[in-house]
């Protein structure tokens, strides 16, 4: 079945930076966008950032120009670099294929101390 392992995330300062990681197995995500969500406590789960098959990307406006979503094809992987981090940026973060309708992952904790 599809599954996704996302890593890398930790305790921040703010202006801190962080990269995040999420290995798919069970698809091939060369085929397919894929994109970042997260969830802070008390709030929906949100996209900030997704890329196409053809290496366009998105963000929300909430991250644009600090955060940069990447792939790595033949890893199976996708990235996340969070700069210039904000105590608000504090969540758990997950990866998707949009619009999140496959088994989400356990995601990774971002927290950004002020």
């Known amino acids: 079945q599809v599954q996704f392992v996302e890593s890398g995330g930790g305790l921040v300062q703010r202006g801190g930076s962080l990269r995040i990681s999420c290995k798919a197995s069970g698809i091939n995500i060369r085929w397919t966008g894929v994109g970042w969500y997260r969830q802070a406590p008390d709030n929906a789960r949100e996209l900030v950032a997704d890329?196409?098959?053809?290496?366009?990307?998105k963000y929300a406006d909430s991250v644009k120009g600090r955060f940069t979503i990447s792939r790595d094809d033949s890893k199976n992987t996708i990235y996340l670099q969070m700069d210039n981090l904000k105590p608000d940026d504090t969540a758990v973060y997950y990866c998707n294929i949009p619009p999140g309708s496959l088994a989400w992952g356990r995601g990774t904790q971002v927290t950004v101390s002020s």
């Open positions: 890329i196409t098959d053809s290496n366009a990307t």
